[in-house]
């Protein structure tokens, strides 16, 4: 039997294009000879469509969409070359109680829906919150196409393996269920290889492809089967998906892998499996990829070709900048510079040269009058008090006004350029460097931004030697440096880490990191004052296991003891 593992980039919402995407591929896959073409999980409308799910004629364009990808099988001259599809969708759900709407499997073969698996595990965790939208499935079943009986599951469907996972979310294993119906039946389905089909809608995160496949690999080994998971690739909002999608041997082994973070359409013939899989790229590499095609989906799927990014001479910028010209090409990106009486020399030589190198333009607007007339205008309530925190954050605010007045007149989103660090203690300025359509590194902590500027640089000096070596600065106030404020930053980011994703109390940290326990109680309380500015930030790129956004949800208005 010869399957299509279709890995397509949805958009949410676009029904017509997602449509077209989807034949596109399955005729690409007909051209091949597949008898099945697999697409990822809500494939038809993209994922996550939201509280899109409340309304009804989202869900009406949806079944529409349906039918006419089902009238293309029909369409198809008899024979090999012929494929049925099987394809995420969401679809109503007419029961008398329970949600409106199904997550779905649908197969299409000869025109018509053959068969409709239902998924029965709804995440609810992180950034995920479908028991919100969908009605579980009440059982599951398996379906046979082309003659091979085959289980299908819908992405967390294969995420509750007793055998992977040392505690399990869910008393349902469907995977499990669906393997004891294929041994009640082992005798009519004597000679057929067991089958498991999974489409998937799964987001990357750092380590996550490893532990995808892991976790397949032993569900393949324990039910004796070969196993295919088809992966949405893309990025929707602040989420990216890797694709990655996977077919394993009964030993566990990878046949075949599709691409990682681009769309790809690999054939495999499960009689004759051949391991031929080309290896997952590394890890710096895979963030880079995620950072940057979350980069490109978010400015063109928001209806927007350009973007403009504050260049400041510092080590952030200058990453986000190299993101944004891999992401959208140099023609696309404008860098701007706003130094003031703070701003080194170094600082604008070092912004000049890093748009020199990634061939963007390059605009500087000294904004030392602008600043001295807001301090002028301030003086009669300011005098006789001590420069500080609300002069320094005038200089970012100056900044963002400038970028969003650019923005609004030539169309250009503004790409925010702090980090995971400075987010997670409020080492950032509202509605100043905060001001932007996205944030592309929020999910990135300071030293993995050094890792990432020298992978930049593997080819060519890109991003200038001497901003990899200056010590880090907001240069608001004379001889600046951010060890002022905050812990050197290789001490600061694994506290962080194990508090902002692993939630470890002080004490843990203190222990785990040999760190004094007033240390990490200060910077416990940063994080915990800033809440209300990472509420109002711009979306954030998710890269690692818990950033910022939807999947970290916590009171503003708290008494937190640290």
């Known amino acids: 039997m010869k399957i299509a593992l279709a890995q397509i980039n949805p958009t949410v919402g676009d029904f017509t294009g997602n449509t077209n995407r989807i034949l596109e591929y399955a005729a690409r896959a007909a051209e091949q000879g597949a008898d099945l073409a697999v697409f990822p999980e809500l494939a038809v409308c993209g994922y996550p469509p939201a509280d899109f799910l409340e309304k009804s004629a989202f869900v009406a364009r949806a079944c529409e969409a349906i039918d006419e990808i089902a009238a293309w099988t029909a369409n198809q ?136 496949q892991r976790m397949l690999a032993a569900i393949a080994e324990r039910h004796n089967a070969f196993v295919l998971m088809v992966n949405q690739v893309g990025g929707n909002d602040g989420l990216v998906f890797d694709g990655s999608s996977l077919m394993l041997a009964p030993s566990g082994e990878v046949i075949a892998r599709a691409a990682c ?32 095609l979350g980069t490109r989906d978010y400015v063109r799927k928001c209806g927007f070709s350009k973007v403009l990014v504050g260049l400041s001479g510092g080590i952030d910028s200058a990453l986000v900048a190299a993101i944004a010209v891999d992401a959208l090409g140099a023609d696309n990106v404008v860098g701007i510079g706003m130094p003031t009486e703070y701003s080194s020399l170094g600082s604008i030589s ?80 509202l509605y100043g460097d905060m001001v932007g359509a996205l944030a592309v590194i929020g999910d990135v902590y300071k030293t993995r931004v050094y890792e990432l500027s020298h992978y930049v640089n593997r080819g060519r000096e890109i991003i200038p030697q001497s901003t990899l070596e200056k010590a880090p600065s907001a240069e608001l106030r004379p001889g600046q440096r951010d060890t002022d404020s905050l812990p050197p930053y290789d001490v600061l980011d694994p506290i962080l880490e194990a508090y902002v994703e692993r939630y470890l109390s002080a004490e843990q940290i203190a222990e785990e990191q040999n760190v004094e326990v007033a240390l990490v109680r200060s910077v416990l309380r940063l994080v915990e004052q800033s809440e209300y500015k990472r509420q109002q930030a711009a979306p954030v790129l998710k890269v690692t296991q818990k950033s910022f956004g939807t999947g970290r949800r916590f009171p503003i208005a708290v008494k937190v003891q640290v």
């Open 77 to 212: 001259p008899a024979g090999p070359g012929r494929p049925a599809i099987l394809v995420g969708s969401v679809m109503p759900d007419h029961s008398p109680v329970g949600k409106r709407v199904r997550n779905v499997a649908v197969l299409l073969s000869a025109g018509k829906v053959a068969f409709v698996q239902q998924k029965k595990l709804l995440p609810f965790y992180d950034v995920f919150d479908e028991q919100r939208y969908f009605e579980p499935a009440a059982s599951q079943s398996l379906t046979e196409i082309a003659g091979q009986p085959i289980a299908i599951t819908v992405c967390e469907d294969a995420w509750n393996d007793k055998g992977f996972w040392p505690r399990q979310l869910y008393p349902d294993d469907p995977v499990d269920a669906l393997m004891r119906q294929w041994q009640a039946q082992s005798a009519a389905l004597d000679g057929h290889p067991r089958l498991i089909l999974n489409i998937s809608a799964s987001p990357f995160n750092q380590g996550k492809p490893q532990v995808r």
């Open 261 to 292: 973070f681009a769309e790809d359409l690999v054939l495999v013939d499960v009689a004759s499996s051949v391991p031929s899989a080309p290896a997952p790229c590394d890890d710096i590499a895979q963030v880079w990829r995620a950072l940057v």
């Open 350 to 429: 070092d912004a000049r040269r890093l748009a020199k190198n990634l061939g963007i333009r390059f605009e500087l607007f000294p904004i030392h009058d602008i600043f001295a007339q807001f301090q002028k205008v301030l003086d009669p309530l300011f005098s006789g008090t001590p420069f500080g925190l609300a002069e320094e954050n005038l200089q970012p605010r100056i900044r963002g006004t400038l970028l969003m007045a650019l923005s609004n007149k030539f169309g250009a989103l503004v790409l925010t350029t702090g980090n995971k660090s400075e987010m997670s203690v409020g080492y950032c300025t």
